[in-house]
């Protein structure tokens, strides 16, 4: 059994078709972006505390109303019958099972009510070009109990992914985004030099989505609003005006504009510009309990975790992984003597 978030990807390479996993491991452009959240996570030194007399570090969070296990998030991720039959119903079942949120995507592969009702859930949401399917999927989301809504902003356009534009990647026929069609897309037609999920996403996204839309949006529904993509804290300060109750910083996991800041580091000016005015998560690169300490120290409520969970559905470990994570952020918590949450957002960080 692994011993640390990372081996599930060793694991996961030897189950999965080499185009999948290179769908689930790239990032985009030379993949600057992926390789810099890495790097800029494991500069972010913490000064541990000592003699502080706690004997037991509690993980327990409040997130969007809700009480957690664990200051963590599964992150909205699409297709994840790519990489087992039962996809986004297995890892959303763990996620309940484990305390934790878990985020349906727009592209998911089973209908949202389906995950919904098997797990409590937050949806994600993509802007379309159809506004009236955006209705609907708020409407949808509404009506199957998620608790939240979070958009992402980030993708005007999906970023140039060269993995996925070499292998000619397609989907197969038996995985569909079940939220907009029930029926193969331009997602399943391989073209050699092309990514046919860029394709699809290209006729399906609005590039052209502005502030005003998600004004409309804020007055359209009841629930929670997390702003998901955001990198500049001028951007943070206008989605709190909208009314946004939470921000996720992210940089798509390096998957769009290559070159761009890595979330960490975008991290605190966002913290020090809205941090008083609603929940701030961090998204992107995070692969440890000390990982999530240090996103905590620097003023995080909460992250997201993405590809290491995908790696562990690929061996059917989601189990285990999301217990290693909880494990690791107890025994982090304990070495820099924090009993609690707010314990860890008063560390001292410094840069390696």
């Known amino acids: 059994m692994p011993e640390s978030l990372p081996e599930y990807e060793e694991l996961?390479?030897?189950?999965?078709?080499?185009?999948?996993?290179?769908?689930?491991?790239?990032?985009?452009?030379?993949?600057?972006?992926?390789?810099?959240?890495?790097?800029?996570?494991?500069?972010?030194?913490?000064?541990?505390?000592?003699?502080?007399?706690?004997?037991?570090?509690?993980?327990?969070?409040?997130?969007?109303?809700?009480?957690?296990?664990?200051?963590?998030?599964?992150?909205?991720?699409?297709?994840q019958r790519l990489l087992h039959p039962e996809g986004e119903l297995l890892l959303a079942t763990t996620a309940a099972e484990a305390q934790i949120p878990y985020v349906i995507s727009t592209l998911s592969s089973y209908p949202l009510e389906k995950i919904a009702g098997a797990a409590p859930s937050w949806f994600q949401l993509y802007w379309l070009r159809d506004r009236a399917m955006i209705e609907s999927l708020v409407d949808r989301a509404e009506a199957a109990g998620c608790g939240a809504l979070m958009v992402t902003v980030d993708v005007p356009v999906m970023g140039r992914r060269l993995r996925d534009v070499r292998n000619s990647f397609a989907l197969p026929p038996d995985v569909v985004a079940a939220n907009l069609v029930d029926a193969p897309s331009e997602a399943h037609v391989g073209v050699p030099g092309l990514s046919a999920?860029?394709?699809?996403?290209?006729?399906?996204?609005?590039?052209?989505?502005?502030?005003?839309?998600?004004?409309?949006?804020?007055?359209?529904?009841?629930?929670?609003?997390?702003?998901?993509?955001?990198?500049?804290?001028?951007?943070?300060?206008?989605?709190?005006?909208?009314?946004?109750?939470?921000?996720?910083?992210?940089?798509?996991?390096?998957?769009?504009?290559?070159?761009a800041v890595a979330s960490i580091n975008a991290l605190p000016p966002i913290v020090d510009a809205v941090g008083k005015e609603c929940s701030v998560l961090l998204d992107s690169g995070i692969r440890s309990g000390t990982d999530v300490l240090r996103a905590l120290a620097l003023g995080a409520s909460a992250v997201l975790v993405g590809r290491p969970l995908l790696w562990a559905l690929a061996v059917d470990a989601c189990s285990p992984a999301l217990e290693l994570l909880r494990r690791e952020l107890a025994d982090a918590m304990l070495?820099?003597?924090?009993?609690?949450?707010?314990?860890?957002?008063?560390?001292?960080?410094?840069?390696?």
Request: net charge neutral; with cysteine; hydrophobic share 50%.
């Open 197 to 259: 999920v860029a394709a699809h996403t290209a006729s399906a996204f609005e590039p052209a989505v502005s502030w005003r839309d998600l004004e409309w949006l804020k007055q359209r529904t009841g629930l929670p609003l997390l702003v998901k993509g955001i990198l500049d804290p001028r951007d943070a300060l206008r989605a709190v005006e909208i009314g946004a109750d939470g921000i996720v910083v992210s940089n798509h996991g390096g998957r769009q504009l290559d070159g």
């Open 12 to 79: 996961a390479a030897q189950v999965l078709p080499a185009a999948v996993r290179d769908f689930v491991a790239g990032g985009s452009g030379s993949e600057t972006t992926l390789q810099l959240n890495r790097a800029a996570l494991d500069s972010v030194t913490l000064v541990p505390r000592v003699l502080s007399g706690v004997e037991a570090a509690d993980t327990s969070s409040r997130l969007m109303g809700g009480v957690a296990a664990m200051p963590v998030v599964v992150a909205p991720m699409a297709y």
């Open 335 to 352: 070495l820099a003597g924090c009993a609690n949450l707010a314990a860890a957002a008063r560390l001292t960080t410094g840069r390696a």
